[in-house]
């Protein structure tokens, strides 16, 4: 069974560029969440999506924004970005609302280093 | 105030010995415990989920949590140096909209 899988593993940007992080999840799981981690501030919440809707949301700028697709593919995308957005975001999966008790698993990660 | 606390160590414990994980939550409607391992590099990994007051044992880890105190402990016994990595705490409850709230971390050595 395959894993969450996230694209790109590595990505460098310049500040005011914008940028698209790509996650498949777990085949069958239908929920999609999004974090980012930063050495100072760990790991913080940025949204979730189950069947195309987003159903929680973090305190994050409106920079941040994301979607999630019939097959239950997840993008996130940053606009205008400045140097505090580099961090490793990490992409989650779960099978979705119903099961809140379960733990998410997680991706490898895409790593955005923005100069 | 951060809702989940972990002391950020690192955590020092000889090969052999039980390493003991500490974490406390403010939200005292939250229903759901996570233990979560991550090596360096590498991203967040599952390793104990617990719900109900008590002890869950798997293998050589013991998840532990008092809800009336606020607090899970996670237990490894006969720490291997393979067992050194960060240890994150996450809790989810209905004021969280069930997103999962992660602690900063323990880091933990295991020396030989």
């Known amino acids: 069974k395959a894993g969450v899988t996230q694209t790109p593993r590595y990505l460098i940007k310049t500040r005011g560029q914008q940028v698209t992080l790509s996650c498949s999840p777990i085949s069958g799981h239908r929920s999609v969440s999004w974090y980012q981690q930063t050495p100072g501030q760990g790991l913080q919440f940025l949204f979730e999506y189950f069947s195309e809707t987003q159903r929680n949301k973090g305190n994050f700028p409106g920079r941040f924004s994301g979607r999630q697709f019939s097959n239950s593919r997840s993008e996130m995308n940053v606009s205008t970005l400045e140097l505090g957005d580099s961090a490793l975001y990490l992409c989650a999966s779960s099978p979705g609302p119903g099961t809140d008790s379960y733990g998410y698993t997680f991706g490898s990660g895409t790593r955005l280093t923005v100069v | 105030q951060k809702e989940v606390e972990q002391n950020s160590g690192p955590l020092s414990v000889p090969e052999g010995a039980i390493a003991s994980l500490n974490c406390t939550y403010s939200?005292?409607?939250?229903?759901?415990f996570f233990w979560y391992r991550q090596y360096s590099g590498k991203s967040p990994e599952l390793i104990m989920s617990?719900?109900?007051?008590g002890d869950k044992e798997d293998g050589r880890f013991t998840a532990q949590l008092n809800k009336a105190s606020q607090y899970v402990s996670l237990l490894i016994r006969d720490s291997q140096p393979s067992d050194s990595a960060t240890y994150l705490c996450a809790v989810k409850g209905p004021n969280s909209g069930y997103a999962l709230n992660f602690g900063k971390g323990t880091s933990l050595l295991v020396t030989p």
């Open positions: 617990i719900y109900s007051n």
């Open positions: 939200d005292r409607v939250s229903q759901s």
